[in-house]
């Protein structure tokens, strides 16, 4: 299948590679109250006056990822003393439009105003956050009180300017989100922040990135160390696996590291090295992390101070204050990057709550909670559908958060006219369904009307719809040696690095093919009808643990079409072989999820979020606190627990007579570290009748949605 995630509406040409725009430009320090200058540059569009054009909504972009770069002599004279990255993406469509670029000899340049007059334009603001980039201070930790505290500074010093109307928008992808969200939930009654574009943006930094299943997720924290901890230091990285050769050029020939504020005199470079040199005592996140096991186990800064993985980033908190400030919220999140779509869940669920809007507006209040998930990995770099040769996305995120923009910003959220009017009719939720490839849209998600199908799995490795009888020549159980040696590729959804560095997405095609020991897969009869899973897929083991009291329990879901079954013979290798290993053939990857066995007690409801409460269903993975306190009790040798894992949510659909699989194993050493867990299990024995109590004690519930939607994107 050929089709691509383009949009469900018309987008103008898409940009070129390198940028071209005319723009006026400058760069500074601003001074925050403690003394610590933080560098940004500006940039307003062609011909545009302070002192006489009108003022500008503006965008401001906080990140942590250089606001811009130094670019190599003699390449400075193409492109000049500096590159910003993303100014391909946020000046193109926020700062300069098509028809401000384009003049013939009859016409002559683009006359002031003559475009800001009939199309949104803004104002753009990037800025080096504390420690980062060419700003002085110190990171004592991501996202502290005091970086926090710069932000609402900024945003004072911003709205004060000439070129500026009060009203700002602001967002980014990862982190430049989450700074995003504290800078809209410090703005008290959102005086000015109007809107946020959350991109790919964690928000519980334990359960979707750091301990998903209450496992460290090295194949995250190790290369993201390298790419922060040597940036911020002004050093290239080095230890990234699978580092490209192009990126590689880039760094030694192209680019020298950020960009100074001056880097015409003796005094700015001198300036900028001092701030650099500031940048030595930021605290290392991969050494503070790996005191913590639990979710509120205490994190040390480099100033010595502690704070936990649950205060850190956009806390339930952070959400309720954007929600009581009215702050419109785009949430964007992919497949295929860590728990992004969980994260985008919990954005949703706790701004779902109506909202008022302006007398007279054609605005649904719902589109001020908009999300958009997509067949990506981490910013929409690459598309990780199987069902698709394509890899490179066609969606342009920056124009539709522009469009977002213009309605809320640039517009007084009534959607009268242009652009914003049709996205203020849109559906609140779109969602890609791979397989079908293509957008779906609804009024919420996880989508309401679905029936959860439960398959039975059996030691004859079948996935059946019907409860298992009691067949006496059934096994009721099978033991699992743990190959600790397994793994699911460097090129994973935890390594967000490989997806910055825009390596492809693997899923296991570079190991030599293992041997059966270590992992066990199940596979369904051939469907009788097309089955489409939208949603949290939920997996229930029994297991006896062997040679130890704890274990982490991997599980990946597949989906194998007849012609891998004709044309692979038994013990063929696949895709997704280094997962599954079973001597047959194997699906392609669509979801997975894991559990650590002492984090398998689900916790009382007057222990979870309250923001969650009532508008998460509990299958979607929010039902554990992973709470020290709320830590299950070592196994016993005799004992049968109860493991219910949540996959990663997914949209897929499912030909008729293709079948379902589910691999499980024990190990993913690339991405995911088991040295702080002790006592582990060598080997399970997998119970298919525990007790006798039920006749699906080991189970996959798939939630199916009941209808066909209309994929008339509209309200």
Not at 303 to 316: A, L, N, R
Request: one cysteine or more; a negative charge; charged letters at 20%.
């Amino acid at each position: 299948m050929e089709a691509n995630d383009a949009s469900w509406y018309k987008v103008e040409p898409t940009m070129a590679a390198l940028p071209k725009s005319k723009y006026i430009f400058s760069s500074q320090y601003i001074t925050m109250s403690d003394g610590c200058k933080i560098a940004l540059d500006l940039y307003l569009p062609p011909n545009y006056k302070p002192n006489s054009s009108r003022p500008l909504p503006t965008v401001l972009h906080l990140t942590r990822y250089n606001r811009n770069w130094k670019v190599r002599w003699p390449w400075t004279m193409l492109l000049g003393s500096r590159l910003n990255v993303r100014t391909p993406y946020f000046v193109e469509r926020f700062v300069t439009i098509p028809s401000m670029n384009t003049a013939d000899e009859s016409t002559g340049p683009p006359q002031e105003d003559s475009c800001i007059d009939t199309e949104p334009v803004y104002a753009f603001v990037a800025v080096d956050v504390r420690g980062t980039g060419a700003s002085f201070g110190v990171r004592h930790v991501d996202l502290a009180p005091r970086e926090v505290q710069d932000f609402q500074e900024i945003l004072k010093w911003t709205v004060a300017q000439a070129w500026c109307n009060g009203r700002v928008g602001s967002g980014g992808i990862s982190y430049d989100g989450m700074t995003a969200a504290q800078l809209a939930a410090g703005d008290t009654g959102g005086s000015h922040v109007k809107a946020v574009a959350l991109m790919f943006s964690p928000v519980d930094l334990y359960k979707d990135l750091c301990y998903p299943g209450g496992v460290s997720c090295k194949g995250f924290l190790e290369s993201y160390r390298q790419f922060t901890f040597l940036g911020e230091r002004n050093k290239k990285p080095t230890g990234i696996p699978k580092f490209p050769w192009k990126l590689w050029a880039i760094n030694l020939f192209l680019l020298d590291g950020a960009a100074p504020v001056d880097d015409s005199t003796v005094e700015g470079r001198a300036t900028f090295l001092a701030a650099i040199a500031e940048h030595t005592r930021n605290w290392d996140m991969v050494k503070s992390l790996k005191q913590v096991e639990f979710i509120s186990d205490p994190m040390v800064g480099a100033d010595e101070s502690i704070s936990t993985t649950s205060d850190t980033g956009t806390t339930d908190k952070t959400l309720q204050q954007i929600r009581d400030n009215g702050t419109a919220v785009y949430t964007f999140s992919g497949y295929y990057d860590s728990g992004s779509v969980r994260s985008a869940m919990r954005v949703h669920a706790a701004l779902a709550q109506p909202i008022a809007v302006p007398a007279g507006s054609s605005v649904c209040g719902s589109v001020r909670n908009k999300i958009t998930i997509g067949p990506w990995n981490h910013g929409a770099r690459k598309i990780g559908s199987p069902y698709t040769t394509i890899s490179q996305p066609a969606f342009d995120l920056y124009y539709d958060a522009k469009r977002f923009f213009d309605l809320f910003v640039a517009g007084d959220g009534t959607g009268k006219e242009g652009e914003s009017a049709s996205i203020a009719s849109e559906m609140p939720v779109h969602y890609f369904e791979l397989g079908s490839e293509k957008w779906v849209a609804c009024d919420s998600w996880p989508v309401a009307d679905v029936t959860w199908v439960t398959f039975s799995l059996g030691a004859d490795r079948m996935l059946t719809s019907s409860p298992k009888g009691s067949d006496e020549n059934q096994r009721e159980t099978e033991r699992l040696d743990v190959d600790t040696t397994l793994t699911s590729g460097v090129g994973s959804r935890w390594n967000l690095v490989q997806h910055i560095i825009r390596n492809p997405m693997e899923f296991n095609t570079s190991s030599p093919p293992p041997p059966a020991r270590g992992r066990v897969v199940y596979t369904s009869p051939p469907l009788e009808k097309d089955l489409v899973i939208v949603g949290a897929p939920r997996l229930r083991l029994s297991l006896r643990l062997i040679g130890g009291t704890d274990t982490v329990v991997y599980a990946y879901l597949l989906d194998l079409a007849p012609e891998r079954v004709a044309e692979e013979p038994s013990g063929a290798t696949s895709k997704n072989s280094d997962i599954t290993g079973h001597q047959q053939p194997q699906g392609v990857y669509l979801t997975e999820g894991l559990l650590r066995a002492a984090s398998r007690h689900s916790a009382a409801p007057d222990c979870l979020p309250t923001l969650s409460l009532g508008t998460l269903p509990l299958h979607s993975n929010f039902d554990r606190t992973f709470e020290r306190e709320h830590r299950a009790p070592p196994v016993s040798a005799e004992e049968v627990i109860t493991m219910d894992i949540h996959l990663e949510p997914v949209a897929a659909r499912i030909e008729k007579g293709h079948s379902i699989q589910v691999a499980l194993c024990g190990s993913d050493v690339d991405n995911f570290d088991h040295t702080q867990l002790h006592d582990l299990a060598t080997a399970w024995e997998i119970s298919y009748s525990h007790a006798s109590k039920s006749n699906q004690c080991c189970s996959l519930a798939l939630p199916v949605r009941n209808t066909t939607p209309v994929r008339n994107t509209t309200l």
